[in-house]
């Protein structure tokens, strides 16, 4: 039994000496040194191979390393083959501890304060109290449910919103494309964690920020295709939306001429809101692999027709 490593080679070290302490079994084998490519069974990677079918004939299982798929193009991969995203403890906790801090910053007024501090004026301004301003989690998966715990005891009043019904305890639901608008209007932090999929693609756009209440902020820690970069631009000048915290963008890195980049209402980070720890992750891969050749349902299997 063969596994491919198709990712970072510095973390991919601790993967295989995690692999060599605690499944010797599993043959470990690093891209681009595949050795026989019949032998692999299982790739785990970031981004796929081109033409997998015809380099790996035999491989049972793409393990994506990551939280998300729309990283991989699944209309060039086998229809039989299962994808499974990494559901790996360390990316919630990092995701929490991103949200926590963007969400602070925006209630504190910290882009505020940091312009103030660039142009050495020191003046308070009101404080609002977190139970008078509701934050909004678009996307409530595994990982949205878990930054809403986190939030929950900030005092923060709490939505959610997704394409189907859920039941978060403590937080208001929202489902569908016909209750949206009353979960925008309600939102004074906007808060992003939906997969990327053609339904989602450009969501968070002019017509969304027009439904959220004036001078609400925005957080994206999706993927960039769910913004319209030039709507948040136009937002922020109108005052519709007083500020965004961004992990995320359409091209990545972001050019240098960028116009996020010396924006004094937008805070950027590089995609850093959570990474795979190998740590962490280990177990959870380690696991699906056993299910899988026990024949048992592995976690974390996307439904190719979703797209997660």
Known sequence: MALLYKSDPVRGQHWQALFAEHAPDIEWRAWPDIGDPADIDYLAAWQAPDDVQRLLPN?????????GVDQLDLSRLPPELPV?????????????????????SLHRDMLRYRQQQTARCWQAH??????????????????????????????FALSGWARSAHQVAGVDC????AQLPAFLSQCNILLCVLPLTEQTQGILNQRLFDQLPRGAALINMGRG?????????????SGQLSGAVLDVLQQEPAPQAHPFWDHPQIVL????AAMTQPASAFGVLLENIRRFERGEPMEGEIDRHKGY
């Open 174 to 177: 929202y489902a569908g494309a």
């Open 126 to 155: 009101l404080l609002q109290p977190a139970l008078s301003r509701r934050v909004g989690v678009m996307g409530l998966g595994a990982q949205a449910r878990q930054i809403l715990a986190t939030l929950a005891p900030l005092g």
């Open 84 to 104: 499974v995203r990494l559901l790996d403890p360390g990316i919630t906790r990092g995701m929490c501890e991103y949200a926590s801090w963007a969400v602070l």
């Open 269 to 272: 980070t590089p995609h850093i």
């Open 59 to 67: 491989l049972k299982v793409l393990f994506a390393l990551s939280a």
């Open 225 to 237: 295709g769910h913004l319209v970069e030039a709507d948040l631009l136009d937002a922020l000048g």
